[in-house]
């Protein structure tokens, strides 16, 4: 299994940017297409942003030209590039293989994103 640790969060005002890092423990890593999740208060999580193992992309339509993921298997680290950002974008953002549920044992701690004035 792997696992994964979510960093670069913060405080923004609406038009900022963040640039988030999901750090991987394990030795299978490079083969899990990869996402990243948002989770807002009262709401259900939700995927913003994937990257296949082969480097593949895509996108909510919510976040289309202003999230960019990306992945340096190297270095066994995913990260996410969230530019005009907005304040719905607020919310706790989480890493984990593409594809996982609310029944995936090793959700992290996500690190928390605000936007706001």
């Known amino acids: 299994q792997v696992q994964l640790v979510e960093s670069g969060g913060g405080l923004v005002q609406p038009g900022g940017s963040l640039r988030l890092s999901c750090a991987a423990s394990?030795?299978?890593?490079?083969?899990?297409?990869m996402g990243w999740y948002r989770q807002a208060p009262g709401k259900q999580r939700e995927l913003v942003a994937a990257?296949?193992?082969?480097?593949?992309?895509n996108y909510a339509d919510s976040v289309k030209g202003r999230f960019t993921i990306s992945r340096d298997n190297t270095k066994n680290t995913v990260y996410l590039q969230m530019n005009s950002l907005k304040p719905e974008d607020t919310g706790v953002y989480y890493c984990?293989?593409?594809?996982?549920?609310?029944?995936?044992?090793?959700w992290g701690q996500g690190t928390q994103v605000t936007v706001s004035s």
């Open positions: 984990a293989p593409q594809g996982a549920t609310d029944e995936y044992p090793d």
């Open positions: 394990g030795s299978i890593f490079s083969i899990y297409g």
């Open positions: 990257i296949t193992s082969g480097g593949t992309t």
